[in-house]
């Protein structure tokens, strides 16, 4: 291991915020909303006078399912909301298991719970991604779907999922809330299994605020998430995309407004130029980092459709990767992972299989708890890899020489630790 002084000496430097679609709200977006304001018509269904007829909403859904070369796209409240609408689409409910990764966010299990669902934790693999093997390992006769996250720009390997789920019967709901506008292969996330869902909370690639939005390409699905989210009915607007033939149901409101919808329809305009630069810069620090003896670059199904706003790189022990990410923090770079994404078998819910009442939690029949499925030791791979990783930010307003900052002090702290 080279000493402190053998190594070329760096000082710390601030950056840019490391953020994406946050970073460019700009004069696009608050064009939209004072068109919104303006027309008064903040309601997405209809305004004072009879003959008003909002549209942004509307816009904004049409808009975005060309962008994700999808047929259907309903805008709504929240990520979460969207994971409602389209479990609830899927027809998830009681006594049905769903398959989610254990590396995820809260509302991806407990979206499930919500609905009536038994959510089945998945270990992942060093995509950071839920592995077809898991699906195989964890499938039952009660298996009625999968939730698959797409985590932080990069894809699942979504041929090998979605042939064994294929195979089994088993529906395919993609969770698209970290990596919106990524491909696989070609096609973009979303589009590619039964049903997809995004959000666009402040943190996520483009952002509302607070949003998010199904889509699908099957007319039931859709017809079942429009009921879902605005308490059981179907309004003109979206009886002008189908034929409604479904029954209707218990839903909640998950509406999005005209105002939330101008500020989407703003970012979705970006999407792709934001996607451009945070791609260059990751091709850009890849060339420098990723060569380096005992580094491990995060596997991908296709690194050409990964959105590049963040890089997972594993070391080989635990303590290089916290020595690592101690030099990087000591010189300014905000190395920590940009999403609240967690060890789910860890969270306080599952820990206590809590749900809002004690008759509504899948798991209250179950004696002794944790079960198996449901404890540390069940995820091996997760837990040998987190701890390896260092995260490297890449945001949308950082430059080349941010990069070769951030490269710099990557190369630097690798080699005061020793790593190789
Ligand atoms: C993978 C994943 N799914 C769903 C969500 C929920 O999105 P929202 O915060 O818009 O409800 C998030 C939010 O972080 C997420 O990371």
Redesign the pocket.
């Known amino acids: 291991m080279q000493t402190r002084s053998e190594v070329a000496p760096l000082e710390p430097r601030t950056l840019p915020n490391p953020g994406i679609g946050q970073c460019m709200i700009g004069e696009e977006e608050t064009n939209l909303v004072n068109q919104v304001m303006k027309s008064g018509l903040i309601f997405r269904y209809y305004g004072l006078k009879p003959e008003d007829r909002p549209a942004l909403a509307d816009t904004f859904e049409r808009e975005f399912c060309e962008m994700m070369g999808v047929k259907y796209g309903l805008a709504v409240?929240?990520?979460?909301?969207?994971?409602e609408c389209a479990l609830a689409a899927l027809g998830v409910g009681p006594g049905d298991e769903v398959i989610v990764p254990v590396w995820?966010?809260?509302?991806?299990v407990s979206?499930i719970v919500r609905v009536g669902g038994t959510p089945v934790l998945a270990d992942v693999d060093e995509s950071m991604t839920i592995p077809a093997s898991e699906i195989e390992r964890l499938a039952t006769d009660k298996t009625k779907a999968v939730l698959l996250?797409?985590?932080q720009g990069v894809a699942c390997d979504l041929d090998a999922i979605m042939e064994v789920c294929r195979s089994r019967g088993i529906l395919v709901l993609e969770?698209?809330?970290?990596?919106v506008g990524a491909s696989h292969k070609g096609r973009r996330i979303g589009s590619i299994a039964d049903i997809g869902?995004y959000?666009?909370?402040f943190?996520?690639v483009m952002t509302s605020g607070?949003?998010?939005m199904v889509v699908t390409n099957d007319p039931k699905l859709y017809e079942r998430a429009v009921r879902m989210h605005d308490v059981g009915q179907v309004r003109p607007a979206h009886a002008a995309h189908i034929e409604p033939t479904e029954i209707s149901f218990f839903g909640s409101n998950y509406r999005m407004t005209e105002l939330t919808a101008a500020v989407g329809l703003a970012q979705l305009r970006k999407l792709d130029s934001m996607i451009a630069k945070t791609r260059h810069s990751y091709h850009r620090l890849a060339e420098k980092v990723c060569h380096l003896p005992g580094v491990s670059e995060r596997t991908m199904a296709d690194p050409e459709g990964n959105l590049g706003i963040e890089m997972y790189l594993r070391l080989p022990t635990a303590e290089h990767a916290d020595k690592v990410t101690a030099e990087l923090k000591r010189l300014g770079i905000p190395c920590a992972q940009r999403?609240?994404?967690y060890a789910q078998y860890a969270r306080e819910y599952i820990v206590k299989r809590q749900a809002h009442h004690p008759e509504a939690s899948p798991f209250k029949d179950v004696k002794d708890w944790p079960a198996p499925g449901y404890r540390r030791e069940d995820f091996p791979r997760l837990n040998d890899i987190v701890p390896r990783c260092v995260v490297l930010p890449i945001g949308v307003l950082y430059t080349d020489e941010d990069i070769d900052f951030i490269a710099a002090g990557f190369q630097r702290a690798h080699a005061l630790a020793g790593v190789g």
């Open positions: 409240t929240s990520g979460t909301a969207a994971l995820s966010w809260i509302s991806c979206s996250v797409h985590f969770d698209c809330a970290s990596s869902i959000s666009f909370q943190m996520k607070e949003g998010g999403t609240g994404t």
